[in-house]
């Protein structure tokens, strides 16, 4: 394993995983054999390519071995010590533990390791603030201890109360995410919404912007944090701006939480310290299992843990178990090292498209994302994401500012370093990477269609996918994948 690597233990670490999975493919094969190939060809896929998608990474032999088990036959619905179903003693250890090092981890007071997913972790956290902001006062108020103990008038003015709140997040198109009040998503029709978007002159949030809407629309939850931001969030500052219209705020650290958890982002870039609740996913620049995470303050905490059964299904323990050792790899001072790497990475793949006059929003990046618009290569997001993959280079179109060309053929391509730094690419890796995305983008042209150029098709000229495929794989080789896993 590199240095970045999350279990850098050498030769002996990579032969006893080699076992186990030669072992696991073959008790696989014995019963769906098209399964144990896909699997061998999925580790050569992603061995064989450049994987820039920004919310992608590469967990552990030690992450992806523990999801492989029978904590996966278990239900555990309820809490640690608290469940529905008897015989929970062992997921309770991996739960309290996962629970345990996130808490360490990011210093939060609370951790609820259940959400299976980021979209999971959010609706966990949206109705932990209905349900302490608004159910419980309207339980007092109507001298009531629990919603069973209301009349049928009474609970539904208590419904009608819950589903009219407001919500205020970042607009997709500027990097929110779409859980936070896009309409055709049900953060978008639980909450009256409105959204906050980035200055059209700079990219960058604009906190004064943000404030002014706030105290215009006074929301309930105010809700920090994105998927396709390039740029750092004052986070103390929009916990002022909560504070002063009264909202709570929910900061959703998915894509960045491996800098918060590498220290990378500290102070008022931290969003811990400053949400009231903090929600991520495990598997981004965290490294971890697929799944979710929430971290709140003492006064929410008590409605987080009824994640289940108010928005979740029976936990899936044998991924709790994983986020256990995940969690305790990025206690590792060498995550540290690691988190570091990817934003210097990131910054090496900005500055290298600027040198070639590569145009990005924001005009650079200080996380771990680039936002290239491609415009300028005459192309769509969706004809640039497809001659890139046709050349073994792995990313996803993504919308710009105010986007011309709509949400699904986009202006944009959106750029991770998580996954190919945790490979071991370096900053001189990353300046190569853009050369060769450039060097496709440049021999990209959009196809005719019906009405003018297409948005979806285009040629590629003869030769380039080959010549960056050839570039690519003595990159990839240089810094393999699972380096000495042999299956
Ligand atoms: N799908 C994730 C991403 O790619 O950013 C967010 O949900």
């Known amino acids: 394993m590199t240095s970045s690597s999350p279990s850098g233990q050498g030769a002996d670490y990579a032969a006893t995983a080699s076992e186990a999975y030669r072992a696991a493919l073959r008790v696989i094969e014995s019963v769906e054999p098209r399964v144990a190939e896909a699997t061998r060809k999925e580790l050569a896929d992603q061995r064989g390519s450049l994987k820039l ?28 010590g608290h469940r529905f179903y008897a015989a929970c003693q062992n997921v309770d250890t991996v739960e309290a533990l996962a629970a345990e090092h996130a808490r360490e981890l990011f210093g939060a007071p609370y951790a609820y390791a259940q959400p299976h997913s980021g979209i999971d972790a959010n609706l966990v956290a949206y109705w932990a603030i209905l349900a302490t902001r608004v159910e419980a006062p309207g339980l007092a108020e109507l001298g009531a201890k629990h919603v069973n103990d209301l009349s049928e008038g009474d609970w539904e003015k208590l419904r009608a109360k819950l589903g009219n709140q407001r919500l205020l997040g970042m ?3 500027t990097g929110g995410h779409l859980t936070h009040g896009f309409r055709p998503n049900i953060s978008g029709k639980m909450f009256h919404q409105r959204q906050y978007g ?11 912007a943000v404030a002014a809407a706030a105290r215009e629309f006074k929301p309930l939850v105010l809700v920090a944090g994105y998927s396709a931001y390039p740029r750092r ?6 916990r002022e701006i909560a504070d002063e219209v009264g909202a709570t705020l929910m900061v959703d650290m998915a894509h960045f ?14 969003p811990v310290p400053h949400a009231h609740i903090t929600t991520t996913t495990t598997h981004k620049s965290l490294r971890g299992p697929r799944g979710g995470l929430v971290l709140a303050t003492e006064e929410y905490a008590p ?13 899936l323990s044998h991924v709790m178990a994983a986020k256990a050792v995940a969690l305790a790899e990025a206690r590792r001072p060498e995550f540290r090292e690691y988190a570091q790497a990817v934003a210097d990475n990131a910054q090496a793949l900005a500055d290298g498209f600027i040198k070639r006059d590569g145009s990005l929003v924001t005009g650079g990046t200080d996380n771990h994302l680039v936002l290239l618009d491609v415009t300028s290569f005459g192309l769509t997001g969706r004809q640039a994401e497809s001659a890139l993959l046709d050349s073994g280079i792995v990313t996803n179109r993504n919308a710009v500012p105010a986007d011309p060309n709509g949400a699904w053929y986009t202006s944009g391509i959106r750029f991770g370093s998580p996954a190919l730094t945790t490979r071991g690419f370096g900053a001189d890796d990353f300046d190569r990477v853009a050369e060769l995305v450039v060097e496709v983008l440049s021999n990209t042209q959009p196809a005719a269609g019906p009405n003018g150029p297409s948005k979806a098709k285009y040629t590629l000229a003869d030769g380039t996918a080959e010549r960056v495929r050839a570039a690519a794989a003595e990159l990839l080789d240089a810094n393999p ?3 000495g896993l042999t299956l």
């Open 257 to 270: 939480a491996g800098l918060v958890a590498g220290k990378v982002f500290t102070g008022d870039e931290d």
């Open 198 to 208: 980035t200055d059209p002159a700079t990219g960058f949030i604009d906190y004064d």
């Open 53 to 80: 998608i920004a919310s992608e990474n590469y967990a552990s032999p030690a992450v992806l071995l523990t999801m492989g088990t029978w904590f996966s036959d278990k239900y555990a619905e309820g809490t640690v």
């Open 303 to 315: 409605a987080v843990d009824k994640g289940c059964p108010m928005v979740l299904g029976g936990p």
């Open 481 to 483: 994948l699972y380096p």
């Open 171 to 173: 607009s997709l198109d």
């Open 233 to 238: 969030v004052n986070f103390a500052k929009m």
